[in-house]
């Protein structure tokens, strides 16, 4: 088992900057893939970025592109979101997932492992 906690999230205006942490706990942190995926109201659950087990591969969505960064530090068994120049719409409910695999995944189905959520609300 694996439990996650997201923190970070928050209201901030269009153009600012959050970063979200999602802590590890339970298994080895280094053997998970981790992703951040959002849900904003009346919307599928979509990924936002994916990172590998030693982060040495990275995946976004296209919207995101440019203005948010992945990371991780297994040491601290956590996992990173650096969001910047924000939209309203980013706007959403956050979450970090959990794979016990190798690889980069950007399905909800993929994820084993699923945090509560931290919500990101972006004023214009």
């Known amino acids: 088992q694996v439990q996650l906690v997201e923190s970070g999230g928050g209201l901030v205006q269009a153009g600012g900057s959050l970063r979200l942490s999602c802590a590890a706990s339970g298994r080895t942190f280094s053997s998970f893939a981790m992703g951040w995926f959002r849900q904003a109201p009346g919307k599928e659950r979509e990924c936002v970025a994916a990172i590998t087990l030693n982060g040495g591969n990275t995946y976004y969505t296209d919207s995101v592109k440019g203005r948010f960064t992945i990371s991780r530090d297994n040491a601290k068994n956590t996992v990173y979101l650096q969001m910047n120049s924000l939209k309203p719409e980013d706007t959403a409910v956050y979450y970090c997932?959990?794979?016990?695999?190798?690889?980069?995944?950007?399905?909800?189905?993929?994820?084993?492992?699923w945090g509560q959520g931290t919500q990101v609300t972006v004023s214009s």
């Open positions: 997932a959990a794979r016990f695999k190798s690889g980069v995944y950007y399905y909800t189905d993929d994820y084993d492992y």
